[in-house]
């Protein structure tokens, strides 16, 4: 992390704005755990960071790449006040799972009250087991509450993100949040019209690429997408593209998550 590696304590009003760069080959069976402020910590408010996080690495065994930029992975209470400017590129080639948010890579309680607006870029070669998670926000996030704590509020991303590459599995890509696997309400989460999201898979990637823009724009990348190919590529090509968010109807989405799975 730009401060600390680990915390297991709160931290409190903290902020970096020096760069980070990590370059390298790593072929020992571990995780990349990384943050402006911290990689990990047990909770967090009022955190900003500045500073532009440059990953280029290759990876032969490792199970997880965790990438945000306030906190990469974070637990417990205490998680509000987030605000991220530097901008976040992950390039290489990655033998894991990649959740990359512009705030909070994957948090393990409710995030408020938190804003990005660097540019995030993944553009890399992944081969994963399972699905991964790029968001202006959030990257992944998937504990659920019954009793409402699981609640996201105020969430704003004005950054534009770009994923392109190859994956083996799903990458889902949100203006928000990445990936979420919880069924609670969450309210005041917004993409703003800065935060376009282009999603230029290679064609020799397996997976598909789940796109959902929360209250921003989606026009860009489908129309760049169009432009360079056709209007049914997805018919001949892979991966899929999938575009969500651009109607009301549920049976639309269901339809588009079903495709996915």
Do not use: W
Request: hydrophobic share 35%; with cysteine; proline share 2%.
């Amino acid at each position: 992390g730009g401060v600390v590696g680990q915390a297991n304590a709160k931290i409190t009003t903290g902020g970096n704005s020096g760069n980070i760069l990590i370059k390298g080959t790593s072929s020992v069976g571990s995780q990349l755990i990384l943050g402006g402020i911290a990689g990990y910590a047990r909770g967090a408010e009022a955190t900003t960071n500045s500073g532009n996080i440059t990953i280029e690495e290759t990876t032969t065994v490792q199970s997880e790449t965790r990438i945000g930029g306030c906190i990469a992975t974070l637990q417990n209470n205490g998680v509000d006040g987030f605000t991220n400017s530097g901008n976040i590129s992950v390039k290489g080639t990655y033998n894991s799972i990649v959740y990359l948010g512009g705030a909070v890579a994957n948090p393990q309680k409710p995030v408020k009250n938190a804003t990005n607006k660097g540019a995030i870029t993944l553009d890399a070669a992944i081969t994963a087991s399972t699905s991964c998670g790029v968001g202006g926000i959030l990257g992944y996030f998937s504990t659920d509450a019954s009793d409402g704590t699981g609640t996201h509020s105020n969430l704003t991303n004005e950054g534009p993100i770009t994923v392109k590459g190859t994956s083996s599995y799903t990458i889902y890509t949100g203006g928000v949040i990445g990936a979420i696997n919880m069924s609670n309400k969450h309210t005041n989460l917004v993409n703003k019209e800065s935060g376009v999201i282009t999603v230029a898979m290679d064609e020799g990637s397996k997976g598909n690429a789940f796109v959902a823009g929360i209250g921003g724009s989606y026009l860009g990348a489908r129309a760049a997408i169009e432009f360079c190919k056709s209007q049914n590529r997805n018919l001949f090509e892979k991966p899929q593209i999938i575009f969500a968010g651009n109607t009301l109807s549920s049976a639309a989405l269901a339809e588009a998550v079903a495709l996915c799975e």
